[in-house]
């Protein structure tokens, strides 16, 4: 037989054997889509599970500070003073109740009664003494010279908090600022 005449034999066997492998090439190209399909879960558990890039959205969590010791409660007593200053010095409040390790915010206020630019330095004092070791002040106008125009009005903040590991018998801390003119900054000396 020639291979240009195939037989009708031959013909139904080729038939078979492209049907088959229709078929094989069918089942391999719906596995592949499956596949396919089914990996962008699984790339997203995958990335959960490792916390990397996810591209599941990520239910944000509140910033809570878990050093916060909310079983005690500091009282704060404020106090201002100005040595020899034309000043008005006052804090805002009194005193603020604050909790050990709580992030607290408080402010004074400072006028300059004068006629003339002031410049003084505040500088921080703690009752009792040994509470000074405890207080963390993050911000405060204690850390530069304060210039303040002519009848000028400011207030200032003091960012601080109290680190829990104050001893247990200490409940009230007194802080206390007094204002001292800084030599030839503006004004007189």
């Not at 408080?106 to 003084?120: A, H, K, L, M, Q």
Request: proline share 7%; with cysteine; charged share 20%.
């Amino acid at each position: 037989m020639s291979a240009a005449n195939p037989t009708l034999a031959e013909q139904e066997e080729t038939r078979g054997d492209n049907r088959r492998l229709f078929v094989k090439l069918s089942i391999i190209a719906m596995l592949m889509f499956g596949f396919g399909y089914a990996l962008v879960p699984f790339y997203d558990k995958m990335c959960a599970a490792l916390g990397i890039n996810s591209l599941v959205p990520v239910a944000k969590k509140s910033a809570e500070n878990t050093q916060v010791d909310y079983s005690r409660t500091i009282t704060i007593e404020l106090d201002a003073n100005s040595h020899k200053l034309p000043w008005r010095f006052r804090p805002l409040q009194n005193h603020v109740q604050v909790h050990p390790g709580q992030l607290m915010t408080i402010e004074y206020e400072i006028v300059n009664v004068r006629n003339e630019p002031v410049t003084g330095q505040a500088v921080p004092s703690y009752g009792p003494q040994l509470a000074g070791q405890f207080f963390s002040k993050l911000d405060c106008f204690c850390f530069t010279k304060q210039t303040l125009a002519p009848n000028e009005t400011r207030r200032m903040p003091v960012v601080f908090l109290i680190d829990p590991k104050l001893p247990a018998d200490v409940n009230t801390i007194t802080l206390s600022y007094t204002f001292f003119e800084v030599a030839g900054m503006g004004g007189k000396s």
